[in-house]
T-cell receptor, first 116, second 111 residues
């Protein structure tokens, strides 16, 4: 069973540009979450999607957005990039039970974004 | 706002030592506490704890949760160099759909 796949793995952008990151969850997983990891702030929750609906959003500015497609693949977008957006962006999928809780997350390798 | 604090921030031990990692939390409506191991990129799942006092065990690793005192510990016995990693603790509340992570404990095991 293939794991969570994130693309691209590495990218370099300049301030003011925008970026789109992609995540393919484990087959059969319908929940996809995004986290930002930085040395100073650790892992911080961005948003979570289930069946194409955003169910929860973290405390990030509106420049951070995402979506989920009918095949459960997800994308996140960051517009008007700032230096502080440099981070490892991790996507995770899960197969929530009847209670629709997060449960165990399966993480991808991440997309490392550097903003110059 | 949910909060997770891990200690120590880092530690260095020698192979064969036993280590205990700590995680304390504040969460409005607790659902579960999870431990992950992060070596290079992707955190990998270790344990999910929902009930107090019930030890979860996997090989040399074990973990237990105290919901009264709001903490959990992760024990690693007979450490090996392959245990070197950042260990992350996270909590999920009943609103669900997201995890709040602690800052992690960086463990280095020397030969």
């Amino acid at each position: 069973k293939a794991g969570v796949t994130q693309t691209p793995r590495y990218l370099i952008k300049t301030r003011g540009q925008q970026v789109t990151l992609s995540c393919s969850p484990i087959s059969g997983h319908r929940s996809v979450s995004w986290y930002q990891q930085t040395p100073g702030q650790g892992l911080q929750f961005l948003f979570e999607y289930f069946s194409e609906t955003q169910r929860n959003k973290g405390n990030f500015p509106g420049r951070f957005s995402g979506r989920q497609f009918s095949n459960s693949r997800s994308e996140m977008n960051v517009s008007t990039l700032e230096l502080g957006d440099s981070a490892l962006y991790l996507c995770a999928s899960s197969s929530p039970g009847l209670a629709l809780n997060t449960g165990e997350l399966f993480f991808g390798e991440g997309s490392r974004l550097t903003v110059l | 706002e949910d909060k997770v604090v891990q200690s120590p921030l880092s530690l260095v031990v020698h192979e064969g030592d036993t280590v205990t990692l700590n995680c304390s939390y504040e969460v409005t409506n607790f659902r579960s506490l999870l431990w992950y191991k992060q070596e290079k990129k992707a955190p990998t799942f270790l344990f999910m704890l929902t009930s107090s006092g019930i030890e979860k065990k996997s090989g040399r690793l074990s973990s237990i949760l105290d919901k009264k005192e709001l903490f959990s510990i992760l024990n690693i016995t007979a450490t090996q160099t392959g245990d070197s990693a950042v260990y992350l603790c996270a909590v999920e509340d009943n609103a669900g759909n997201m995890l709040t992570f602690g800052g992690g404990t960086r463990l280095m095991v020397k030969p």
